[in-house]
């Protein structure tokens, strides 16, 4: 299930989830940077609208181990805005370096087109061909058990650095913190690089 966060601003720990009626202790913090050929670059806080989704194993004697997930961080809130990041991975087995690209366990593209900043030359969409993942923290809980269908505090912390063809790299930090609801996966190979 996809859990979208729309912030202005971090949410504070404590704050009340008005559907849910209970603490969702969310938080997010993002920054975007887009390098050019040219020498320019532009960034933005990615917290503006945030997007996640994840994929669990669950096991009766371990906490939650996420397997892949989908994250989204935009400029900005208004419709027709285009300027983003996805990243997509799977293979997830933990904390640790993932290669990026096609063939590997995660996908990275970005737009630039409405992105402030932006020399009119560069503003368009890419893939990145090649670069790294390195997930600090990924993680669904500390308790074990079968969670599916409920809400998780789900956390990513870490960076990318990507680069396309069109010599565009993209450098993405990110710390998020989402309630997310447990969708249970089977276990994957581990696409982990170090």
Same mark, same amino acid.
């Given at each position: 299930?996809?859990?979208?966060?729309?912030?202005?601003?971090?949410?504070?720990?404590?704050?009340?989830?008005?559907?849910?009626?209970?603490?969702?202790?969310?938080?997010?913090?993002?920054?975007?940077?887009?390098?050019?050929?040219?020498?320019?670059?532009?960034?933005?806080?990615?917290?503006?609208?945030?997007?996640?989704?994840?994929?669990?194993?669950? *096991?009766?004697?371990?906490?939650?181990?996420?397997?892949?997930?989908?994250?989204? /961080?935009? +400029? %900005?809130? #208004?419709? =027709?805005?285009?300027?983003?990041?996805?990243?997509?991975?799977?293979?997830?087995?933990?904390?640790?370096?993932?290669?990026?690209?096609?063939?590997?366990?995660?996908?990275?593209?970005?737009?630039?087109?409405?992105?402030?900043?932006?020399? *009119?030359?560069?503003?368009?969409?890419?893939?990145?061909?090649?670069?790294?993942? /390195?997930? +600090? %923290?990924? #993680?669904? =809980?500390?308790?074990?058990?079968?969670?599916?269908?409920?809400?998780?505090?789900?956390?990513?912390?870490?960076?990318?650095?990507?680069?396309?063809?069109?010599?565009?790299?993209?450098?993405?930090?990110?710390?998020?913190?989402?309630?997310?609801?447990?969708?249970?996966?089977?276990?994957?190979?581990?696409?982990?690089?170090?």
């Amino acid at each position: 299930m996809t859990f979208v966060l729309l912030l202005t601003a971090c949410a504070e720990k404590g704050e009340e989830d008005e559907e849910e009626g209970e603490d969702t202790d969310q938080r997010c913090a993002s920054l975007v940077e887009y390098q050019f050929p040219d020498g320019t670059a532009a960034s933005f806080d990615g917290c503006n609208d945030v997007l996640a989704d994840a994929t669990f194993e669950f *096991d009766p004697d371990d906490p939650p181990e996420i397997r892949g997930f989908k994250l989204q /961080f935009a +400029q %900005e809130t #208004s419709p =027709g805005d285009d300027c983003w990041v996805v990243v997509t991975s799977r293979g997830i087995c933990g904390p640790g370096y993932y290669d990026v690209g096609s063939t590997q366990s995660t996908q990275v593209e970005f737009g630039t087109l409405d992105c402030r900043g932006v020399p *009119d030359a560069f503003e368009s969409t890419y893939v990145a061909t090649e670069g790294v993942l /390195f997930l +600090q %923290e990924v #993680s669904g =809980g500390s308790l074990p058990g079968n969670f599916t269908g409920q809400r998780l505090r789900t956390q990513f912390v870490g960076s990318i650095e990507v680069d396309t063809t069109s010599g565009v790299r993209a450098i993405v930090e990110f710390d998020l913190a989402v309630y997310i609801k447990g969708e249970d996966s089977e276990e994957s190979d581990c696409l982990r690089t170090d």
